[in-house]
């Protein structure tokens, strides 16, 4: 551990800062999918995006090996980070968190649990992102033709060989996250989680995550563009222009608001979004609005 992660593992957290490993952090990371997938994707932008991101004090970098358009240019998103992260003066700040266990093949996503693909998969992203260690290694997603626990274990090897800092996990059930735990010490969980859909705050993940001292980040945050019962609900655009703020801002606060170990990591792909995104913390909802918020969402989905 270096001097600066050795301080800023001391140090007493800070305002809203949130946990992650041994770490204090900016509350709201950034995700990279649709800097890689978008149809609209502008690779210039894209790092405009990332180094604004890191200019307002952002730290958690999400991605994934599989973040591309198909399965030509797999590891898309790892590449165009470790050129952003080379051309900031505040790279060397950022927390990058990536994942393995998806594959593509074409343009279709596929799941590839087995130990030995996990090993060759971190080893790949461990070149493409240029370091050493990678910060956070995230399965990414279950493999039913898998035992689980035979997934975890790779990553759990991963982390003892030195390759990995720390284990997070993604898309998971309660059962999944007690399981891994018995394995390996996971630092993060990765679900979706967001006003249409709050199933994990109802399901026991983030419980979960709370009382093991383990982040949680939500992904898809805003759920879906324009969503009705998203960032489009009457609840939240009421919020908004009661505040003057995006209804994206309120709708991370509000995640921020329920729960302590979170840590939202919404997709972003312009600097205006990334920086608006930033600012969230600041936003303390009163009870009144939290509690307008809860009456105005409309839990759908399984």
Known sequence: MSAADESAAASPPAGA???????????VGIGCLAMSTGDDRDEGRSLRTIHAALDA???????????????AEFGHSERLIARALRTSSRGHEAIVATKGGHTRRGADWELDGRPEHLRAACEA????????????????????RVPFE??????????????VRWVGISNVDRDQIRSARRIVEIAAVQNELSPRFPHPLHN????????????FLPWSPFGGIGNAAGVGSAAVQGVARARGVSPHRVVL????????VMIPIP????????LDCARAPALRLEPGELAALAAGYAPAGP
């Open 17 to 27: 800062l949130r946990r992650l490993g041994d770490r204090w952090i900016h509350p």
């Open 57 to 71: 004090g952002v730290q958690l970098i999400d991605t994934a090996d599989s973040y591309a358009r198909d399965e």
């Open 125 to 144: 992203s461990l070149r493409r992102l240029g370091v050493e260690r990678i910060d956070l290694y995230q399965f990414h997603r279950p493999d039913p």
């Open 150 to 163: 035979e997934s975890i274990g790779a990553l759990r090897d991963l982390r003892d060989a030195g390759t």
């Open 204 to 215: 026991g993940e983030v419980a979960a995550c709370e009382r093991d001292g383990i982040a």
């Open 253 to 260: 606060a509000w995640l921020l608001a329920r729960s302590p």
């Open 267 to 274: 997709g972003v792909s312009r600097p205006e979004t990334a």
